[in-house]
T-cell receptor, first 120, second 111 residues
Framework: GAVVSQHPSRVICKSGTSVKIECRSL??????MFWYRQFPKQSLMLMAT?????????EQGVEKDKFLINHASLTLSTLTVTSAHPEDSSFYIC????????????????FGPGTRLTVL | LAKTTQPISMDSYEGQEVNITCSHN???????ITWYQQFPSQGPRFIIQ???TKVTNEVASLFIPADRKSSTLSLPRVSLSDTAVYYC????????????FGKGTTLSVSS
């Protein structure tokens, strides 16, 4: 199946710094990418939907100025956590759906391996 | 809000068949039913998807009754490595539509 990668897999940063997480679709073009956040022992929570070449759509309660999303190409979306604080520590997961050229016949949503962010 | 309801947890032993049922009373005509598996500190992994009746692949079967208000994921002869969280999701397959996760079912397989 299609592959979605994330970089870095783990990051530790000091409070107040910014962290960028990359999400790439390796073998298909992703017209839409999604960013999720998962706290320990909890389910995935959708943060935002990122469309190539346009502004991201954020879910209610997610601060767009804090979580900057850029989807500059059909294979790359980035999430920047600005001025990170300990409460932003979480597991961030991206996913992607291809257009007609990607995914299986059901337009499957593929998930990346996740990025563990720890803010000290 | 998540559109599905699953048991919070299930226990099983190696070699047994495990059936996890999911309720989705408000499923829409265009919605598909998809199951994902997630191990700790990993992204979810696609298991199976269906629209109606029965779907089978190399790892699982998915049973969907005619009214489509529920579905059952069947894992034949589970092993210790099947210990994971299993999510049932419903949604259309439009490229711009995100999957919304419910709480999932934590399956624990013992020897």
């Amino acid at each position: 199946g299609a592959v979605v990668s994330q970089h870095p897999s783990r990051v530790i940063c000091k409070s107040g710094t910014s962290v960028k997480i990359e999400c790439r679709s390796l073998d298909f073009q992703a017209t839409t990418m999604f960013w999720y956040r998962q706290f320990p022992k909890q389910s995935l929570m959708l943060m935002a939907t990122s469309n190539e070449g346009s502004k991201a759509t954020y879910e209610q309660g997610v601060e767009k100025d804090k979580f900057l999303i850029n989807h500059a190409s059909l294979t790359l979306s980035t999430l920047t956590v600005t001025s990170a604080h300990p409460e932003d520590s979480s597991f961030y997961i991206c996913s992607a759906r291809g257009g007609l050229a990607g995914g299986n016949s059901y337009n499957e949503q593929f998930f990346g391996p996740g990025t563990r962010l720890t803010v000290l | 809000l998540a559109k599905t309801t699953q048991p919070i947890s299930m226990d099983s032993y190696e070699g047994q068949e495990v059936n996890i049922t999911c309720s989705h009373n408000n499923i829409a005509t265009n919605d598909y039913i998809t199951w994902y598996q997630q191990f700790p500190s990993q992204g979810p992994r696609f298991i199976i998807q269906g629209y109606k009746t029965k779907v089978t692949n190399e790892v699982a079967s998915l049973f969907i009754p005619a009214d489509r208000k529920s579905s059952t994921l069947s894992l034949p002869r589970v092993s210790l490595s099947d210990t994971a969280v299993y999510y049932c999701l419903v949604g259309d397959n439009q490229a711009g539509t995100a999957l919304i996760f419910g709480k999932g079912t934590t399956l624990s397989v013992s020897s």
